[in-house]
C-alpha cells in the first residue's frame, strides 16, 4: 500500500537535527512538541495509527515523499536521522557499513585467529571470502580495508 503523506500529518521532522516532533497531542505523553518515539531494538521509531516506523525511513519519506526499500546510517549512528546521514542502500551495501561486531575478539572487523595465524575474510553476495591469512593483525585488517572498498566502494567500513 503506497504511503501519504496526510498519514503522518501529526509529526513535524526537521532534517537538519533528524529529529520527529508532535504537531499535536497524541496522548499524555505524547505531547504538542514532544518528541516522537522510542528506542526499539536499536533504532527510533515511532507509531503512528498503531503502526511502528523506523524513523530513517520516515525522514527519507518527509524529504523525498517515497518510501525507502533500505536505508543506510552514512556515519553508522542508528539514532543519526539527519537527511545527511542517510542514503539508499541494497541489503549487501548496508552491511558493509555495520560497525566491527561487539563479539570480535581481534579488534579488527574481518580479522580472526585461526591455526597461528591472522585470517582476512570478506562476505560478499552472500558468500564469505577469505582474503589470506598474515603475521600481524594489522596487516590482515590493511588486506580487508583494501577488499572491501574494491568491493563496496563508499559504503566500506573499515571497523
Known sequence: MARRKSEFADLDYNPLTGIFT?????????KYGAVA???????????V???LHGAHRLAWFFVYGKWPEQIDHINGIQSDNRIANLRLATTAQ???NMKRPKDNT???KGVSFKKG???????????QFQIGTFATPE?????????????FGEFARAG
Open 49 to 51: 495509527a498503531g503502526k
Open 22 to 30: 508532535w504537531r499535536v497531542k497524541v496522548n499524555s505523553r505524547a
Open 117 to 127: 595465524k591472522w585470517r582476512a575474510t570478506i562476505k560478499h553476495a552472500g558468500h
Open 139 to 151: 596487516e590482515a585488517h590493511a588486506a580487508y580495508v583494501a577488499a572491501s572498498r574494491r568491493l
Open 94 to 96: 548496508n552491511a558493509a
Open 37 to 47: 518515539g522510542c528506542w526499539s531494538r536499536g533504532y527510533w521509531v515511532i507509531r
Open 106 to 108: 581481534t579488534g579488527f
